[in-house]
């Protein structure tokens, strides 16, 4: 009965296909024109892009690489180089040959993790999973990915007994947890299973969203196809408010999913049902699907919540009495407190004016609306007031965003002239310029970055480093240096991105610091070096698949950099700091331990946990040993604090946090030497 269902199935795709094949191959086809009429990189030949399509549809589909080996893929190969040809002439047969090979693929992993989590799973054999698992190269035939399948069920397995471990008071060994956690692994695997195989679109469509994605994703590692869902979530993710419940989520003592704040005035708020210390067990979707959330973390939760695919959900949660309470809940748009700008004072040995940009965010359908640049232009009226010596604006792991907002906050710090140069496709290089005279700051100015600070991250630190305006302290950055558009997709007359089914997001254009370098693919090198843990993590641009490869443009261009400072003696006793700092030597320590291949036999990966748990602890330890400031939010904002509890809160622990920053704590010092260093 399974394998008649399953050949009807198949019968059923083709069929599916045959009929919709030429919209299909017409929507891929646009797709390719609109990406070639506005890419930045010259057109390719059609084969060279067809391996690229062929490669990219099943990283689209599989990015865990648990679903294809090399082996199933070949099955397929036939229609590697010729894909882009097959879609121009609607030739449909490469999706019905795919949807075929990916139904089939799903169903086996559905029967073989059935089978594999119905028994104990063996811990006993010494085995190992990279920790950077997504980055190894795809199993190259069935009996390797098998065995990759089972280290991911494995690792799953060892973090929930591991969680259950901790949380429980009998004192119980690992392994008396693992039926409890195969059983709730198996239902989250397959409810996982379930939305692939009967996608809220359809099969047929998901199959088709994902060939498009994988055609944008060819050009290049920016270059992306968006679903009308994806596109909102994709805004929501750069914009200082977005739709959501209205209420915060972590985690007890126990790992469990509990409410820690209702929004005031937010939909939780207003049902009166919801309170603190609710513990949040499920989510029943608009379409009737139950999204259990046992096992699982904070972050995966939140992600599910914030999903832009819904706009109401049913949400199951239990009262502190026991009592189980299902209420209904709708959207609405509400302020992303972590999206935001955040100003402090750090008063020590200098009073310093502190900044934290975690984004460069804006209101995409609305221009003339006040985004970050606005933002900190209002932090650093309130910061002067507060008489600051100098200033710290901190890019760490901010990933960029809006380049008009990027141009708007580098003109706070340059007077007047050139900022950046920006090249369009086949079009001449242009400059663009600050043409608005004058500075809100002029003091001394250090931009801290890491290897997560990216894009216009980048275009803002090289435009200062540049300029001689800024020290840039940290780690190289991540090496984005191009520039994106949102066009609607289908691009016809008249055609808005508000009502487009669908967008395409374009690298539609290079961008070059003022000296005509690009730090594509290679970053901005800071001046002053930082020990930094994310150095070590596989996330840059050089080590994406089809990324663009740096290059430089000649441009006659005039501005006039600030006199040089020889930092040569900030650089000698930073790192001097740093050799002799217990904190600086623990994160070497850490980051060696972070890469080591995580081990999957029960003992030996208790030992692992442990150790990890020991560094985290004695970091944690280091931290709080030297306060060299005090971190107090603005005294401007004072009276707005006293009416807003939550926000008084949650800066005030964000203030903590910064006290005890080892980063923040070595850049404090190097900007107290910078400023002696400028006196004389």
Known sequence: MRFLLHLLLLLACTTTFGQSGPSCCKEATDLLTLIHNNHVRAAQPDSTLSKKVFREVFNTLDPEKKFFSKQDIQQLNSYETALVKQFSNNDQVFLSELNRLYLKQLTSYKTWVEQTLKTSVDFSAADYLSVFHFRDERSKDNRELLDHRKRLIKYDLLEGMLKRQQVDSTNKPLLAFEKEVRGVLLKNELQELEKLLNPKEGFDRAIITSLLKAIAKAFDPHTQYFSQTDAGEFKASLSDNAPDFGFEIGENARGEIVVERVVPGGPAWNTNEIHQGDVLEAMIDEDGHRIDFAFRDAEEVNETLRAADFTQAELIFRKPDGQTRQVKLLKENLEQIENIVKGFVLKGKHTLGYINLPGFYTQWENETAKGCAEDVARELVKLKKENIEGLILDLRFNGGGSLHEALGLAGIFIDVGPLILYQEKQEPVVTLKDLNKGTIYDGPLIIMVNGFSASASELLAATLQDYNRALIVG??????????????????????????????????????????????????????????????????????????????????????????????????????????????????????????????????????????????????????????????????????????????????????????????????????????????
Do not use: W
């Not at 558009?485 to 539609?508: E, R």
């Not at 005509?516 to 930094?532: A, F, I, M, N, T």
């Not at 040569?568 to 030597?585: D, G, H, N, Y």
């Not at 622990?653 to 850049?667: D, G, M, P, R, V």
């Open 475 to 680: 780690s190289t950055t991540f090496g984005k240096g191009t520039g994106q558009q949102m066009l609607p997709f289908p691009d016809k007359p008249g055609a808005s991105l508000k009502d487009s089914k669908a967008v395409l997001k374009v690298t539609a254009d290079r961008l070059y610091r003022i000296t005509g370098k690009s730090y594509q693919h290679k970053g901005v090198e800071p001046d002053l070096r930082l020990v930094d843990i994310t150095a070590s993590i596989p996330e840059r641009e050089s080590l994406y698949e089809n990324s663009l490869l740096p290059d430089s443009v000649i441009k006659k261009i005039y501005y006039t950099p600030l006199p040089t400072v020889s930092i040569k003696p900030l650089i000698e006793t930073s790192a001097k700091r740093q050799q002799v700092s217990a904190q600086f030597k623990m994160v070497n320590a850490m980051t060696e331990e972070l890469l080591k291949p995580i081990p999957l036999k029960a003992d030996e990966y208790l030992k692992y946990k442990t150790s990890l748990e020991n560094y985290y602890n004695e970091f944690d330890l280091l931290k709080s040993e030297q306060k060299l400031f005090v971190a107090n939010p603005l005294a401007f904002d004072a009276s707005v604090l006293k009416m807003d509890g939550y926000k008084k809160e949650q800066l005030e622990k964000f203030a903590h946090q910064l006290e005890e920053s080892i980063y923040l704590t070595e850049t404090f010092q190097i900007m107290c030497d910078y400023i002696a260093l400028k006196k004389k």
